[in-house]
């Protein structure tokens, strides 16, 4: 999708899936592209029904949450855009990890029992549950890779007050507890996630998506613990499968990979997990609907002057 110039419009940021747009000093219209990225890289094509999934799914989830803390989002006047909130944001992202896995297993099997400043207990399998929850936070890079951080850095740092990150860390984790609630309800298990958090109005705000296949690991609950035992990998819904391609293609974003070639197949598949996703999650069927950019700007500045 081209930019676009909005009434009133003060800024535009690209990122690596989603095109921001700024609305004078308070307003914010996010759309999610279907541009996929792994390892901070975007990847050569886009993936039909993506950008959709993920509003939607995360305008589901933030409405889910709402009583938890407050968040930016206002409307969703198209299937792939929101309006809501112009915060300012913590340049943190707050990892949630209720399982060790991804990231966290790959530091936990190479030896590692450290992360982020907070202590692994040994003795733990992958995709074992953690004792408790773990807060592994990481710096928000406007550009390229995100680095861990430990609350110390991250205080030193100004990143945020010991009193602001102490409330980002309590919504956190009842966040994540909520998400965890919603999943348990569809045979799911949270494992981890990540949040942003800014400041609007003087009130800490959760930003972004939430609970999204993007942003978030989900494990099948029917089964887990046999899978555990058995030593067999866990059935999941998550962006991990494609992170799990690329390796396996030797790509992982660093200096000198290119990225593999996706065929239409591994399109297609990867857009039917989404959805996949959308549906377990929510419970709720996912319909499809391909607007035209004309018809998705104009819902959009309807939205904007309050229409």
Known sequence: ????????????????VRDVYFIGETQLVMIASDRISAFD????????????????????????????????????????????????????EVV??????????????????????????????ENDFFPQPLITPSTK???GHDEDITEKELLEQGLATREEWEQIKAYALALFARGNE?????????????????????????MDEIHTPDSSRYFYADGFEERQQRGEKQKQLSKEFVREWLIQNE??????????????????????????????????????????EAETFSRIEKALAGK
């Open 41 to 92: 890289v975007i990847l050569p094509r886009p993936v039909p029904f993506k950008g959709q999934v993920l509003n939607q799914l995360a305008a589901y989830m933030l409405g889910q949450t709402r009583a938890i803390c407050p968040n930016w989002l206002d409307a969703t006047p198209a299937p792939n855009a929101a309006v809501g909130r112009r915060c300012t944001p913590f340049r943190i």
């Open 251 to 292: 790509f992982m974003g660093k200096e000198g990979q290119t990225a593999p070639e996706m065929t239409d197949e591994w399109v297609r598949e990867i857009s039917q997990r989404y959805i996949e996703l959308f549906e377990k999650v929510t419970g709720e069927a996912f319909r499809p609907e391909a607007l035209p």
């Open 141 to 143: 890079a406007s550009e």
């Open 182 to 206: 919603l999943a348990r309800r569809q045979g799911l298990i949270l494992a981890d996630t990540k949040y942003e958090f800014g400041t609007y109005g003087g009130a800490i705000t959760l």
């Open 96 to 125: 949630v990890r209720g399982n060790v896995c991804g990231h966290a297993w790959r530091t936990y099997n190479s030896g590692g029992r450290v992360l982020c400043g907070v202590l692994m207990p040994d003795g733990l399998k």
């Open 1 to 16: 999708m081209a930019p676009h110039t909005f009434p009133n419009q003060t800024g535009f940021y690209r990122g690596k």
